[in-house]
């Protein structure tokens, strides 16, 4: 099981979805983050592993790019 949003992020993913604020859904979660092993503190990091970057390589596609979908990726104020 994953850490729980803080109460910060809590609020303001609330007013996302009463459409007080914009939101950005994002699944992408880096492995790490999927078994519970979470940046603290939270910082900017990729959903992508060098696994799903040699892949896309070798299959010719674009690299990934874009944050972990979870609360520990956003840095906070």
């Not at 609020?11 to 492995?31: S, V, Y």
């Not at 078994?35 to 592993?49: E, K, N, T």
Request: glycine share 8%; charged share 25%.
């Amino acid at each position: 099981m994953t850490d729980q949003p803080t109460d910060e992020v809590r609020e303001q993913l609330l007013a996302a979805l009463r459409g007080e604020a914009p939101a950005i859904i994002c699944h992408a979660k880096c492995e790490p983050c999927m078994f519970g092993q979470h940046y603290d503190p939270p910082a900017p990091h990729s959903w992508a592993g060098p696994e799903d970057i040699d892949h896309a390589r070798e299959t010719g596609q674009p690299e990934p790019t874009g944050n972990c979908g979870c609360h520990c990726a956003r840095s906070h104020r």
